[in-house]
């Protein structure tokens, strides 16, 4: 199967993972590394973007990831953002369940969905975008090969300090070489 690997597979996100889902959006630990917002949001707010933006997008495709133990849906990984003409698009990687942090799990789900991106969809281009004191993240994203492109400085409050946000990307001939 193309989204699995030895712990985890990915699967399309549905409406019956609003409620999951909302309970991540509105834990503050996880959103201080992914969303440039905190702030708590309605399960109404929550159903609306699921609806909306996630499922009802024709320029994304979002997973669940779930632990292939016990069926858990752990978190969601997407391509957003996909431009067909060329041939780009932006990954998203968010662990809402802490217990899954500092284990490995974002690595592998983030390799699934690079091998998604890069060899079945055929993209040229993968990018995504990263808080700078969000070490574990960055390290990560250079693990995997990307490459940092550029910085939007004090982009983001948080904690009465300003920060940066990293732009980074990764061509398709750059993932193909890694994974020779």
Same mark, same amino acid.
């Given at each position: 199967?193309?989204? !699995? +690997?030895?712990?985890?597979?990915?699967?399309?996100?549905? !409406?019956? @993972?609003?409620?999951?889902?909302?309970?991540?959006? #509105?834990?503050?630990?996880?959103?201080? $590394?992914?969303?440039?917002? =905190?702030?708590?949001? +309605?399960?109404?707010?929550?159903?609306?973007?699921? $609806?909306?933006?996630?499922?009802?997008? #024709? $320029?994304?495709?979002?997973?669940? /990831?779930?632990?292939? !133990? #016990?069926?858990?849906? %752990?978190? %969601?990984?997407? /391509?957003?953002?996909?431009? @067909?003409?060329?041939? #780009?698009?932006?990954? /998203?990687?968010?662990?809402?369940?802490?217990?899954?942090?500092? *284990?490995?799990?974002?690595?592998?789900?983030?390799? =699934?969905?690079?091998?998604?991106?890069?060899? !079945?969809?055929?993209?040229?281009?993968?990018?995504?975008?990263?808080?700078?004191?969000?070490?574990?993240?960055?390290?990560?994203? =250079?693990?995997?090969?990307? *490459?940092?492109?550029?910085?939007?400085?004090?982009?983001?409050?948080?904690?009465?300090?300003?920060?940066? /946000?990293?732009?980074?990307?990764?061509?398709?001939?750059?993932?193909?070489?890694?994974?020779?």
């Amino acid at each position: 199967m193309l989204f !699995e +690997s030895s712990r985890i597979y990915l699967r399309k996100m549905t !409406e019956a @993972d609003v409620e999951l889902y909302h309970q991540w959006r #509105n834990d503050m630990v996880v959103m201080q $590394t992914t969303s440039p917002h =905190l702030e708590l949001v +309605s399960l109404e707010d929550t159903r609306q973007f699921v $609806t909306q933006v996630i499922l009802g997008s #024709n $320029t994304s495709k979002n997973y669940m /990831i779930v632990d292939k !133990e #016990n069926h858990e849906a %752990i978190g %969601i990984t997407a /391509i957003v953002h996909m431009d @067909d003409k060329n041939r #780009n698009g932006e990954c /998203i990687l968010e662990l809402g369940n802490k217990a899954y942090w500092g *284990k490995g799990y974002g690595t592998e789900a983030l390799q =699934l969905l690079l091998h998604y991106a890069f060899l !079945e969809c055929n993209l040229h281009r993968m990018a995504l975008r990263v808080f700078s004191f969000n070490d574990r993240a960055i390290r990560l994203y =250079l693990k995997l090969g990307f *490459k940092q492109e550029g910085i939007s400085r004090q982009s983001i409050y948080r904690e009465g300090q300003w920060h940066d /946000i990293i732009h980074m990307g990764m061509l398709q001939e750059e993932y193909r070489a890694a994974i020779a």
